[in-house]
């Protein structure tokens, strides 16, 4: 059965402090929980252009746990309109999302862009690939060049995701932005200082 994010995310206590705050019937009127159970090309098109999302695990002793995961822009690959995947890169050793996930498979994920002040949040089930026994995935998921060990694979089955609204958010730009943004600036000013050089050069000149 095809659901919506709210089906997943209205507990009965969420309903209940939905109804204490006026918004039930807000949520639960026709069409307010759309369904987003596929990944459309929007969908695709935003997670290609994210270098990194959080992931929120369920600990066995009900402690939601969020780490970060980063990588190239793209890392996370759409494998198709149900699936995503990622290469999971070595780190402290602390295994605390592994060893979540080996309990309780589900996960809420949080995938941010800033500059464009949008927001995508996912409910999936995970799951944990070995990639030295599995060439195609490991193929589907590579980073060429880039610099991190992969200890394994881990796959998102969605179950549901919606879109936020822009709302609080601050546009926040990488190193890599930020140099694109201000490359004409930067080529003015040393179009500039060579013209003001050629001027000094020549006042100098003219006072000898
Ligand atoms: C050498 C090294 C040290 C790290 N130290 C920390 C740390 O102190 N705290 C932290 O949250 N992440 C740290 N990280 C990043 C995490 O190891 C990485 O995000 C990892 O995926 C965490 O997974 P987990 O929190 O699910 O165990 C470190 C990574 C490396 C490579």
């Not at 995503?84 to 996960?107: E, H, P, T, W």
């Not at 546009?171 to 140099?179: L, M, S, V, Y």
């Not at 050069?201 to 006072?207: E, N, R, S, T």
Request: charged share 25%; proline share 4%.
């Amino acid at each position: 059965m095809a659901y919506g994010f709210l089906d997943i995310a209205s507990t009965p206590s969420v309903k209940a402090a939905q109804a204490e705050n006026g918004s039930l019937d807000l949520w639960t009127k026709a069409g307010a929980n759309r369904t987003f159970d596929r990944f459309t090309e929007a969908e695709a098109a935003f997670i290609a252009g994210r270098d990194s999302f959080y992931m929120a695990t369920v600990s066995e002793t009900g402690w939601p746990y969020v780490q970060h995961r980063g990588g190239p822009a793209g890392f996370v690959k759409v494998l198709d309109d149900k699936t995503l995947g990622f290469a999971d890169f070595k780190g402290n050793r602390q295994y605390i999302s592994l060893g979540n996930l080996k309990a309780d498979d589900r996960v809420s994920l949080f995938l941010m862009d800033y500059p464009r002040r949008a927001r995508l949040k996912i409910f999936a089930r995970a799951e944990i690939r070995d990639l030295s026994s599995d060439p195609d995935l490991a193929e589907r998921l590579a980073l060429p060049g880039y610099k991190a060990r992969v200890e394994r694979a881990m796959l998102f089955h969605l179950e549901a995701f919606d879109w936020n609204c822009p709302q609080h958010i601050t546009p926040r730009f990488t190193e890599a932005e930020i140099a694109e943004a201000v490359a004409p600036i930067r080529a003015r000013l040393a179009e500039i200082e060579a013209e003001n050089a050629a001027l000094r050069a020549k006042l100098a000149d003219g006072a000898r």
